[in-house]
């Protein structure tokens, strides 16, 4: 089981970017990935979910109406599309992945959940 993530840069606020998420060794279907960030000096946060069974979507507050999570089962790939970004976006952003069943709602989001991670993309919204 492999995630690689990329998609990371320097924008200037206001600006988007997409991460992609790649598995392999593995397909999407009876997983949940989960988008996470840490910021320097911050614990590792919880930003967006998707369930790939049913494509149900879940987003943290400080990220919703402004990011989409979504998936491309043929190439096995999940993006996160971040528009609006701000300065307080910026973090190292990973995903990461756990069988469904193993989270629940409430629990999607905390990172000690999740099996298995892709390596960091750095994220800089600066001006």
């Known amino acids: 089981v492999q995630l690689q993530a990329f998609g990371g840069g320097l924008v200037q606020p206001g600006e988007s970017l997409r991460l992609s998420c790649t598995a392999s060794g593995f397909t999407l279907d009876y997983y949940a990935i989960g988008w996470f960030r840490q910021a320097p000096g911050k614990e590792r946060e919880g930003v967006s979910c998707?369930?790939?069974?049913?494509?149900?979507?879940y987003y943290a507050d400080t990220v919703k109406g402004r990011f989409t999570i979504s998936k491309d089962n043929a190439k096995n790939t999940v993006y996160l599309q971040m528009n609006s970004l701000q300065p307080e976006d910026t973090a190292v952003y990973y995903c990461?992945?756990?069988?469904?069943?193993?989270?629940?709602?409430?629990?999607?989001?905390?990172?000690?959940?999740?099996?298995?991670w892709g390596q960091g993309t750095q994220v800089t919204v600066s001006s």
């Open positions: 990461a992945t756990v069988r469904l069943g193993k989270i629940t709602i409430a629990t999607m989001f905390n990172p000690s959940r999740y099996d298995y």
């Open positions: 998707i369930t790939s069974s049913d494509g149900s979507t």
